[in-house]
RNA sequence: GGGCUUGUAGCUCAGGUGGUUAGAGCGCUACACUGAUAAUGUAGAGGUCCGUGGUUCGAGUCCACGCAGGCCCA
């Protein structure tokens, strides 16, 4: 059997077909997993994708590098199951329905029943599978299609179930509130959608204050206090929503915001004061005066007191500075009669103000109520949120009525200021309605906002944010009480203000574990690593208690069934829990039947579980708490769902967890690697998953994000049908690391199409050729000895182990990328571009000898390796090379070495492990029963064998690439065909062990270069002029700052110098008038230039050619000339590489006819040519165009 | 606004622990080669290494502050 030839150029996308087709024929997929049955699992998880839209190209790319490492894993022996999975709930399906039904949320319920619009969703979530499925097997990502987990099922329901019960158990479920909007005049609960409706943010003016907090004179604020000349000190704070005030609890500073102390006057009071605001923001509250024009600057007032003063405006250095008029100077002079001057005494970052302690605004002695964890309110806290773009820079923080206010007081242990209701309930100050509780003091049960329909045009309405403006004043507790106007939300139904209130949610209290959700992270391997520690570790020290709540219908219901007064509840865990509470209820007369008492099919849904009534302890009906949960809890809870643990399957669960590797987008952070990690802790105080990729966005070409709308959006199924799927698998991977954002561009795969699998095919394509016309069949045993392989083979082989090595190494480490760049240029720059080509005579040359056939063992082990090696990337291109190399070898007699089952022994001159690559009979190839199945993906890969790695040769084979191109860059500049042979090469050495070194592949280097020999010039030799160049690095930690000036001297060596440092090693010279010795270390020696020669030189490189010739080196030349016109004419005329020929020559030229004399053997052993003749006639024939001639010839093939 | 991240040739990207002349591929130009040929070789053009300061004898590399793009969060 013959290895399979191709016509160029290879289709690729129908390679990728082809190898499909075979895979499915075969199950390669299912035996790459079964073959592995008792060997250590590597365990991946497969983060589940929603099927209701079409992949993106995006896919493609994370789907890759999931592949990989699969792949990679399985090929070093590993059993690695892929269970898939698909996301099916959430709110973007829910949205997705109701546009397409034309439907809001309202309307849930009452034009469509629950029931109908879930089965709508349940539908829409899967309308893309089949795409996606076909999208999975086309780009060759295997995982299992067969027997996915599906997140809608029951039994992955009633899993997410058992874990919420156990977290329920361990105490770390409850319910507390979030902040949202939400509509008093209405009584309900607005959610982001509804507040995005045209028209509900607008322009309103409300009453704003700046209140002054009052400071706590203790260590901390002591240096606010030395500044204070025994003034009382406030903290300054704006609120466009006075009504919070009383519910202050804390006051929260930009930690790298300046704030400037400022002493000054009470403007309602005229009481002295010293004040703290933002630095930026000192000119928005103090006048600077000039009062004289003079452009000195005094702060006089406070700005507000300016108000309608009639001040005209000018400027001065750059400034705007408002002059003010002379008659108003006496409202700027206080009772007393002094001027308000006012001044900056000080200077603080906030983050040197954190933890100072301020008198409470409202207090209990003023009739406010005393509330819960009151000692550890009132402080001022850091927040990330604070800016200097309005107010004062300091932020007042309710955290009753600011979804950041109470964000930033969980996290700095601020409690919210809460009241006890009638039913002893804790409550917020403001009720549902919209009004104050009655315990407010003076402001009891007062609206916060019209809700109640006042004419609030009305002379006599005074709204609750006046009227604690004016208590404020009154106490001189606000510096500037203004009417605002601002946007602001509204209800879309009732036109009233929207609040931001505290509204009941269930909470996983994940800050519960945040110490160990820390340490825990700091054990997994993040790629890249910065994602882990900074993103992903910064959330996690920001943590706050996890909101499992969504108001919506399509999803994992909340099972917790609540009494109507909350104070008895239950957490269902099971169904069959579910079944034994109904049979209660229903004996307990609070339900009629059990719907599940026959056995029905259990869906545990809403609208279904919402009408299921349990029946509590003490006899009282109970509800089902309403919400839906958070659907990252389902894709967190795949771990365990996916096997409908812990209902069933512990060993299958333990087997499978914790993940060895996961990847999805970097954008999951927050989402999947952050559920997934949360209740891994929790639920086993263990890490969800050891290494994690996070890769980055897939871009248009241009930085673009894809988008439909853009029209620049990459359809991941042409591009592979284009492409094929390996071109593009391995631009993704090899053209930026995955974690990288990465711009996609068509030409890139284009590229990478002919330069890496062009290259690739067109090397099997040689070997392929030849390796059939001599009929070259691979053995397992009796090669060619690793001491009887030429200089070429040994290197091209050591480079190959090499390459195992570094790409073993990289795939371990998770970079892909770079794994893929070291194989791209193995091939194309070692294995095509210096072995082949310089090997190329010893494959078409002759019968088949020893030392053909070492080139072809060494080229087909070179090819199969690759083959291995790529496969995790390109997996159809590895299969191809691989199936194409091994195909012939598998057909041949069985080994009669290889006895043990399973592991064929291998020759000792090799060492590979078991399963061999080189004949395709992976370990698992073996399926019982069944023939030897040739896949690559079965296969073990290969072991560096690091005997064979010879760094020397690597070293001297690298100089002869150097040496030839630098010889080549001479022929050019003296325009010396590379055809004209030259006699010699001359190069300077400066020690024996380069000399050596060349010598080794001098052979090489003059066969690539077509020169006779090379010539070694060394000290000896007299000629060499030697230069020097500082080793700046070594002489810098030496000499330091006296470096430039010892560079100079070195540079001015002399050759004397140069000669006496070499031979005594060290020299004494003077810089700088100080004496100093050097060592050789200290410079570096080179021979850069040769008298009367033309040099080429690259770094220590250095090559002169002479470019002498000769009557020999002339015909020689000429006869060359002659095989290429030949060998040309050869192919012009069709004839197969095989044919041989007779050649007649036109007698005409005198010098031809001289080198045919003297070189004939050579070209007739070249052109295969039985006879070359001259006549002095040639009829019929071509003309052989040479550059000074022509001449006629006739060629004909020797039938004999 | 905060966190993370990216910024090097026209394009895509390399550039351990700081070392003076910053590289590769593609593309472009010229020449050569012609039994791997839609390949290959040699040469050339092409750089404020995002900016500004700082540390240092020396910064693409370290630090600070910015600018621009991206993601996530607000």
Redesign the pocket.
Known sequence: MKYPEYK??LNYGQVGEDILAWWKEHGIFEKSVSSREGQPTFVFYEGPPSANGAPGIHHVMARTVKDIFCRYQTLLGKQVPRKGGWDTHGLPIELQVEKELGITKEDIGKKITVEEYNQRCRETVMRFKAQWDDLTEKMGYWVDLDDPYVTFEPEYIESCWALLKKLYDKGLLYKGYTIQPYSPAAGTGLSSHELNQPGTYRDVKDTTIVAEFEVKRDEKSEKLFVLADGLPVFITAWTTTPWTLPANTGLAV?K?IRYAVVRTFNPYTYEPQVLVLAKDLVRRYFLYLDIEGTGNEIGVGSGHLMIGAETSKHEVNGSVVETLNQEFRKALVGKDGKVLHWSVVGEFTGAELVGISYERLFGSEDGFPTFEGEERAFRVIPG????T?DGTGIVHISPTFG??DF?VAQQNDIPALMVMDDQGKLSPIVDRTGRYVAQMGEFGSRWVKNYDGHDDTAADYRTLDVDISVRLKERSRAFKVEKYEHTYPHCWRTDKPVLYYPLDSWFIKTTAVKDRLIELNKTINWK?E??GS??FG??LENLVDWNLSRSRYWGTPLPIWRTQDGTEELCIGSIEQLKTEIDKAVAAEVMTHNPYANGEKVDLHRPYVDDIFLVSPSGLPMYRETDLIDVWFDSGAMPYAQWHYPIENGEKFQKNFPADFIAEG??Q???WFFTLHALAVMLEDSVAFKNVMAN??V?A?D???MSKRLGNAVDPFATIKQFGPDATRWYLIA???PW????F?P??VT?VQ??FF??LF??Y??YALYANLDEFQTREFDRISQSDLSELDRWILSKLQSLIVEVRGHLDGYDP?KAARAIQDFV?DQL???Y??LS?RRF?KGELTADKRAAYETLQECLVVVAQLMSPIAPFFGEWLYKNMTAQASTSPPDPLSKKEGAPDMPQNLNFTAGSPLLGRGAGGEVAGTAPVASVHLTLLVEADTARIDAKLEERMELAQRI???A??LR??S?L???QPLQRILVPVLNDSTKEQVGFVEDLICAEINVKHIEFLDDESGVLVKSV?????R???QY?????AV?ARIQQMTAAEISKLEKEGSLAVEVDGQPITLAPDDVEIRTDDLPGWLV?TDGPLTVALDVTLTDELRQEGLA??LV?RL??L??DSG???Q?KIRVTLADQQPELTAAVAAFGDYIRSE??ALALTFAADVKGGSVLEFDDYSVPVHLEVATA
């Open positions: 160029q150029p930009g790298n990330d949120f604070v800016t773009e979804a950041d964000r890249p910065s994602t900074g993103r910064n959330w970097v954008d952070t927050r989402g980055g966005l871009l070409k930085g673009q994000k053209n930026a690391p990288d954002n990465l711009k561009d030409a890139g590229e002919r330069r062009g290259t067109n090397t394509s040689f990328t194309t095509s571009n210096w082949v080509r190329r078409w030839s191109s630098l080549h860059s050019k500049k325009v065909k590379v055809r160049k500082p080793n700046f690095k002489l810098g930690q330091g700052p006296r470096l430039k560079g080429a060359r000339e290429n060998q040309n050869r192919k004839l197969e590489v044919d052109t295969q």
